[in-house]
């Protein structure tokens, strides 16, 4: 009779155990109603400064600046990765441990990216990872006469006889981030590069040639 009693008791406590771990696993799925949002932006870097305007010293012998220099950026080229990073716990409708999964995607011709990323019970944030970049800069060669510039007009534009190539090294800020973000909603994180090795302004002013 003891040893029946003993049986069934184990019996039991393993049926509870099941019951309970069933609980616990269903407490950690994502929430039915779960869906998506979109993460999108415009990726842009500094890779042919032969159109941009600079801006001279008082007799026009060296270039001191650029001049509107934050308008002109070109599109990141295509195929430019783009990571964004999420935590699936934050999809889970109880506490969950956490879980850091990744997307990836590429920027298109025309500077865009978009990816789409699963929503659940509560609002989830991203991180936004972007590799750095090593591509080919031109810089300008400025006409000169004597040792001034050209200009071509009062506005600060001067004529680019022609260009040189170097190479660069791109960098954005160190991680983008996008928080609050729920099911249906697009999220816009546009992202700029800029460069780390080149001192732009002494390469203008050493490339460019004297003409007379």
Known sequence: MKKRFLIASAVLGMASLSVFTSCKKDENKPMINSGEATIKG??????????????????????????????DLEFAPAGTKIIVHYDESELMTSSA?????????????????????????????????????????????????GSKFIALNKDGFFQVKEAKTKRSVLKADDEYSADNIVKGTTRVVDIEYYSENLNIISEINTASKITN
């Open 42 to 71: 415009i990726v842009k870097a500094p890779v042919d400064y032969t159109k941009y305007s600079f801006d001279m010293n008082s007799d026009s012998t060296s270039v001191n600046d650029f001049h509107d220099y934050d308008k």
């Open 97 to 145: 441990i956490s879980n850091t999964k990744t997307i990836e995607t590429e920027v298109g011709t025309n500077g865009e990216y978009s990816v789409t990323i699963p929503t659940g019970a509560n609002p989830i944030s991203v991180t936004i990872e972007v590799p750095d970049l090593i591509v080919e800069a031109k810089i300008p060669n400025l006409q000169r006469s």
